[in-house]
């Protein structure tokens, strides 16, 4: 069978401004380029379209051309809540051209919502709900859809929900993505700016699941465990975008990356002792970080550590983070940057409960830190995550799934008083991370390092400064 496998553009920024951050953050897809891989191992002719990709032509209609042009017996989409949309667009064009195409969807979104998507987009024939490699294998081996576990599927009029798929008790045994089959990769995609020093750049998964149930979290296709690729695997990952592919620096975007810590001592040790001649980011949690892990890491290459704060209220982290503490946050950033490791703290605003004295605590704290680097997204309520149950009585909430992002705020808490002036508290304290004196001279010091940075930022000028417009804190109402 010929599959074409689709990551669809969605909606990446805000309503009636330019879409730059595909331009500052461009990113694999990895979850199809793994099931790619799967595929074409059992004998499957796979093609991959990323519509956000450097090479993909502009517009949805163009981007079905190419997709049809490709001749797919089953065209798969992975998609986000902002993405659903366009992805079904995309779907439906696909079946008036040729109704003969298989159309199936999965992701988070899918994984969340079930059953209920298909009574309502006609054009889809079946979801793959949770981990989707095997699922899909199976589909497109031609497998009886009745006996394919974790897959939803229409029966006539009956939506037929089949048996959970159990998640895959050995990562090891997937391959490696098709980072190959990705037009333009790897210089067409790009890492965050000032989060590296050399390039290229790509991303990294070696986990799945988390142990925890943070508010905001969506578990569905990964789940509450905790599973891991081992540290020979890890190494090999990073060894092949390395050797084949030319990358120096790698994002690692896994949630608990340092909760075995037998795992990181073992990978560690590798790379200091085989070095690949790429760096590393990566994520901690409060709690997972010790001196002595901090030391390997620093040893084996890693240059920058991001850590899920959140907040700098104590009453919302006791709420939507439970066990992080203020003190325990400031002690991990210490000790981060003491090893010499940058520290990168994750912030979130607009969470349920969140006050503008709530605010102005987390800016203060923030300012406290002294980090490197932030982040502060904007929370956005996902049909999954525990908080989903109960966030109309929260506050006010569009459920626009286009603008669910985490760029936009589509919910607003009781405690601030309008959407407008949530934007207002949002630039206006994101300004002031990146207008403190002491973090503009620490980013003097390493003006050279980001020579890569700084090159894509001149050559996509207009880009930046449209985002840096966006950040303008403007008249207070």
């Known amino acids: 069978m010929r599959v074409a496998l689709i990551h669809p553009a969605g909606s990446n920024f805000v309503p009636g401004k330019r879409d730059v951050t595909v331009v500052a953050n461009r990113m694999p897809p990895l979850g199809i ?10 004998g499957h002719d796979v ?4 519509c956000l990709g450097p090479r993909a032509p502009k517009g949805m209609k163009a981007n079905v051309r190419a997709v049809l042009d490709a001749r797919p017996d089953l065209v798969g989409f992975s998609a986000t809540t902002s993405a659903f949309l366009d992805a079904y667009d995309m779907a439906s064009a696909i079946k008036e051209a040729r109704p003969s195409v298989l159309t199936v969807f999965g992701g988070v979104h899918v994984s969340a919502v079930g059953g209920a998507l298909l009574g309502r987009f006609l054009a889809i024939d079946c979801l793959v709900v949770g981990e989707g ?36 008790p050995d990562l090891d045994s997937l391959p490696m ?58 190494y090999e990952h990073m060894r092949l975008l390395r050797t084949r592919f030319g990358v120096r620096h790698v994002n690692v975007y896994d949630d608990l990356f340092t909760t075995n810590r037998a795992r990181i001592a073992r990978l560690c040790g590798m790379l200091a002792d085989r070095p690949l001649g790429l760096r590393f980011n990566c994520a901690v949690r409060v709690g997972h970080t010790d001196d002595e892990l901090l030391g390997m890491l620093k040893e084996a290459g890693c240059l920058m550590v991001s850590v899920g704060i959140e907040s700098g209220d104590p009453a919302l982290l006791e709420r939507h983070k439970t066990g992080v503490g203020l003190d325990e946050v ?56 525990p908080v989903w149950e109960t966030i109309r009585e929260e506050g006010t909430f569009d459920e626009d799934w286009r603008l669910m992002n985490c760029l936009n705020f589509v919910f607003v808490p009781k405690g601030i008083e309008s959407k407008e002036r949530l934007d207002l508290l949002y630039n206006r304290h994101v300004k002031r991370f990146y ?27 207009p880009s930046f400064l449209a985002a840096k417009r966006h950040f303008e804190p403007g008249r207070s109402p």
């Open 47 to 50: 093609v991959v379209h990323d």
């Open 133 to 168: 490699e095997l699922t899909l294998a199976e589909l497109v081996q031609g497998r009886p859809l009745r006996e394919i576990d974790g897959l939803v599927w229409r029966d006539g009029e009956e939506i037929v929900v089949n048996a959970p798929r159990a998640l895959a």
């Open 435 to 461: 207008c403190d004196p002491a973090w503009r001279a620490k980013l003097r010091g390493r003006l050279w390092q980001h020579r890569a940075t700084l090159w894509r930022m001149l050559v996509h000028l």
């Open 330 to 385: 400031r002690d991990t950033v210490a000790r981060i940057q003491a090893k010499g490791i940058r520290a990168k703290g994750l912030f979130m605003m607009g969470l349920p409960g969140e006050t503008e004295a709530a605010i102005a605590r987390t800016s203060d704290f923030i300012m406290s830190l002294g980090l490197d680097d932030m982040n502060m997204s904007k929370f956005t309520p996902f049909p999954g995550a």
């Open 177 to 234: 993505p098709a980072y190959e089959k990705l037009e333009g990769f790897p210089r067409g995609y790009a890492l965050p700016p000032f989060s590296y020093v050399r390039s290229p750049g790509a991303t990294l998964v070696t986990s799945r699941g988390c142990v925890y149930r943070c508010s905001y979290c969506d578990r569905s296709v990964f789940g509450r465990g905790f599973r891991y690729n081992s540290a020979e695997h890890v």
């Open 33 to 42: 380029l793994g099931m790619a891989s799967v595929l074409e191992r059992e």
